[in-house]
Nanobody
Framework: QVQLVESGGGLAQPGGSLRLSCTAS????????LGWYRQALGKQRELVAL???????RYVDSVKGRFTISRDNNKNTVYLEMNNLKPEDTAVYYC?????????WGQGTQVTVSS
């Protein structure tokens, strides 16, 4: 059974930090491209960060220099370290695993940035 389980969301103050985790099971994690997406209320889901099986990373411009995506293939886990959080980072964050043939999504975790 394929599962992606996110954790680490919550409430942070502007300028604060959070670390999201997504632990996978049921598929060959190391072969997949992994991503974090987010969807703010009333907006479309957008790609935030991506990490390929090679370790190459990509970020949307709005989070460059603030967010870091990483993966631990031994733990089947992908992380999103979020620093210097801004109110506009408020959204539900989803992890995604994508290969040529298959794509899987987590259930999402809420991140709220507010004072």
């Amino acid at each position: 059974q394929v599962q992606l389980v996110e954790s680490g969301g919550g409430l942070a103050q502007p300028g604060g930090s959070l670390r999201l985790s997504c632990t996978a099971s049921g598929f060959d994690f190391s072969r997949y491209k992994l991503g974090w997406y987010r969807q703010a209320l009333g907006k479309q889901r957008e790609l935030v960060a991506l990490i390929l099986s090679t370790g190459t990373t990509r970020y949307v411009d709005s989070v460059k220099g603030r967010f870091t995506i990483s993966r631990d293939n031994n733990k089947n886990t992908v992380y999103l370290e979020m620093n210097n959080l801004k109110p506009e980072d408020t959204a539900v964050y989803y992890c995604n695993a994508d290969s040529i043939q298959y794509e899987y999504w987590g259930q999402g975790t809420q991140v709220t940035v507010s004072s």
